[in-house]
């Protein structure tokens, strides 16, 4: 599944320590000059970071990651755009406390927390509020997590998925590989499924109309002989809609993996005793 990215939107060179401090920072005044999660002197902040976190979010979910910027930010919030440039050091690191932001909303259990007993479980939840948090923020997808901004959001997520596999008998490499796979897969399901619903939204038609619009395709252009693979899975009905594809396409998928690592597992365990 292909995932489009922005990573431009945060290559910016900047200062890494900074972009810690902001994305660490508990203090409202944190996003001032100099203050690194320190109150800064003079008059109280206006804003907060949670404010402008909020504000960003906002603008990216309502016209799109592209039109978001610090002008539009400041505008959303009341402040002159300068003003707003004495809490956040710019648009790059203003998307990283986004995207953590947005991570942070999954809610993922921690360690204290009730959660699922079966590692199987706790895959699943995951999986699905991410899915519906790439609902929400479809945006999310054109984010290159590359390198991803280290905060909290982003290690809940590790912590959560390395805690779902640690004691099933992987070794530690087998168990960060398992979570790797987890996470590519689901991102990119959940981005493909957020940006088909989002073209839907924004051009007023949906993908199997935009499929019909086509139907002459099949008749004027399609060659069976070229293509007999498809044309067999055609006469078999193995084509559905659009919608209904993404999902058997995610639940299949899913389902594969975990069966995997649940092999993997049990050959693990096998080969220990």
């Known amino acids: 599944m292909e995932r489009r990215t922005m990573s431009v939107e945060r290559s910016g060179g900047g200062d890494p320590a900074r972009t810690l401090a ?8 944190a996003g001032r000059p100099g203050s690194a999660g320190k109150p800064a002197r003079g008059r109280p902040p206006r804003l907060t970071l949670a404010q402008i976190r909020l504000a960003a979010v906002t603008v990216a979910d309502r016209d799109g990651l592209a039109t978001m910027s610090m002008a539009r930010v400041a505008e959303e919030v009341g402040v002159g755009t300068m003003s707003l440039y004495t809490y956040v050091p710019g648009k790059a690191e203003l998307i990283d406390l986004m995207v953590d932001s947005v991570l942070s909303e999954r809610d993922l259990p921690g360690p204290d927390d009730v959660r699922p007993s ?28 590359v390198r991803p901004p280290l905060g909290p959001g982003l290690l809940s997520q590790r912590e959560y998925l390395l805690a779902a596999l640690a ?26 499924q957020a940006e088909s619903e989002q073209a839907e939204r924004a051009t007023g038609q949906s993908t199997d109309d935009w499929w019909s619009d086509r139907d002459s395709f099949w008749e004027d252009h399609f060659d069976v002989e070229r293509f007999p693979a498809m044309t067999r899975t055609w006469k078999a009905d193995g084509f559905v809609g659009t919608a209904e594809a993404m999902v058997d396409a995610y639940e299949f998928g899913l389902r594969l993996l975990l069966d995997g690592i649940e092999r993997t597992i049990e050959a693990t365990r096998r080969q220990s005793t």
């Open 22 to 29: 902001l994305l660490w920072s508990t203090q409202p005044s």
């Open 118 to 145: 079966a590692w199987r479980a706790r895959i699943v939840l995951y999986a699905e509020r991410t899915r519906a948090m790439y609902r929400r923020h479809p945006w999310l997808r054109e984010v290159s997590m």
């Open 167 to 192: 004691d099933t008998g992987l070794s530690a490499r087998q168990v960060v590989a398992a979570t790797d796979a987890i996470v590519t897969f689901v991102d990119a399901a959940a981005g493909q």
